[in-house]
Nanobody
Framework: QVHLVESGGGLVQAGGSLRLSCAAS????????MGWFRQAPGKEREFLAA????????YYADSVKGRFTISRDNAKNTEYLQMNSLKPEDTAVYYC?????????????????????WGQGTQVTVSS
């Protein structure tokens, strides 16, 4: 079993930056895909980014490409999401996820059903 805990959320002005972290415990996630999703009030959960276990394959949603950067540190069992140039429409609860099965390509990683473990989420609020 993998337990994921997000941190780093908060309130930031438009144009600002935040760095989210997702710490895994229970077992090592060095062989897992890791990803980030978000859910705004009244909307469905939205895929943001995913990174392969080795970091050699990375996928981004168009809505965050060029502004957000996903990374991981397998030695620390942690993944990160650096968010720059934040906009009010980025306001949401942000979730990290871990996937233990092979899943290649944007379409597969963007599907919620391809992820095995989820964190509880961290709130990000961007003021205008």
């Amino acid at each position: 079993q993998v337990h994921l805990v997000e941190s780093g959320g908060g309130l930031v002005q438009a144009g600002g930056s935040l760095r989210l972290s997702c710490a895994a415990s229970g077992r090592t996630v060095s062989s897992y895909r890791m990803g980030w999703f978000r859910q705004a009030p009244g909307k469905e959960r939205e895929f943001l980014a995913a990174i392969s276990w080795s970091g050699d394959r990375i996928y981004y949603a168009d809505s965050v490409k060029g502004r957000f950067t996903i990374s991981r540190d397998n030695a620390k069992n942690t993944e990160y999401l650096q968010m720059n140039s934040l906009k009010p429409e980025d306001t949401a609860v942000y979730y990290c996820a871990a996937g233990g099965y092979y899943c290649s390509g944007y379409g597969c990683n963007a599907a919620m059903g391809q992820w095995d473990y989820w964190g509880q989420g961290t709130q990000v609020t961007v003021s205008s």
